[in-house]
């Protein structure tokens, strides 16, 4: 659960105990991991701009990559992740819920990315990440027509999975995701004859354990 007590800014005190968090994940065996704000209003509110704006090219450069690595790394997680998003999420925070593998929002949530209209580009990967998650179209009217689209909106084009008013209600099978999406995460790299041998070897390997 995020909760700085304020706007839910990712600064760099947060980025690293959210890191520190997701190294501790990798060591555990678990089907399902869910983040969520603690707040009722507000998933994230993005970077902390006046820390930002204090930044060096050096520690600038080290805050992005940091973000970077981090979003990746939730990404290559091998459990089902799940962000649920109650409210406003904006900006970094964008970036950080398309590296989860679904979105579960309710309705009153909104989703923005205002870094055109700031004079900024996301260090954190999100002009790039949107390929797996929504359309060219989606990812225009967020990225450079600074849109504020609300749940229903994102739905429609990809942004968020499933809707709803009380999150923890939405059921979800986790069976058989780790085979599946170690499947997808070397499906870019691997030939069609690796891939089916790839998911014999996982098939037989996850009911072994079962």
């Avoid at 998003?85 to 989703?111: E, K, N, Q, V």
Wanted: charged share 25%; with cysteine.
């Amino acid at each position: 659960m995020f909760d700085d007590g304020g706007m839910n800014l990712l600064s760099s005190v947060a980025l690293e105990e959210l890191g520190q968090a997701i190294r501790q994940l990798q060591t555990v065996n678990c089907e399902l991991l869910t983040f969520r704000s603690g707040r009722a209003d507000l998933f994230a509110a993005g970077a902390d701009m006046s820390e930002m704006q204090r930044f060096t090219q050096h520690e600038a450069e080290e805050f992005s990559r940091v973000g970077q690595e981090l979003f990746e790394t939730i990404e290559q997680l091998p459990m089902l992740t799940l962000a649920f998003i109650d409210g406003d999420c904006f900006g970094g925070a964008l970036d950080l819920a398309m590296a989860f593998d679904l979105r579960f929002a309710t309705p009153r949530s909104r989703f923005s990315h205002p870094g055109a209209r700031l004079g900024i580009i996301t260090g954190f990967g999100g002009t790039s990440r949107w390929r797996s998650v929504v359309t060219p179209a989606v990812a225009r009217r967020l990225f450079i027509g600074n849109e504020v689209l609300t749940a229903s909106q994102a739905l429609e084009g990809g942004l968020v999975d499933r809707i709803a008013e009380q999150l923890d209600e939405l059921d979800v099978d986790t069976s058989s995701v780790r085979p599946v999406k170690e499947l997808v995460l070397h499906a870019a790299r691997l030939s069609q004859r690796q891939l089916v041998d790839l998911s014999r070897h996982l098939d037989r390997l996850y009911h072994s354990r079962r």
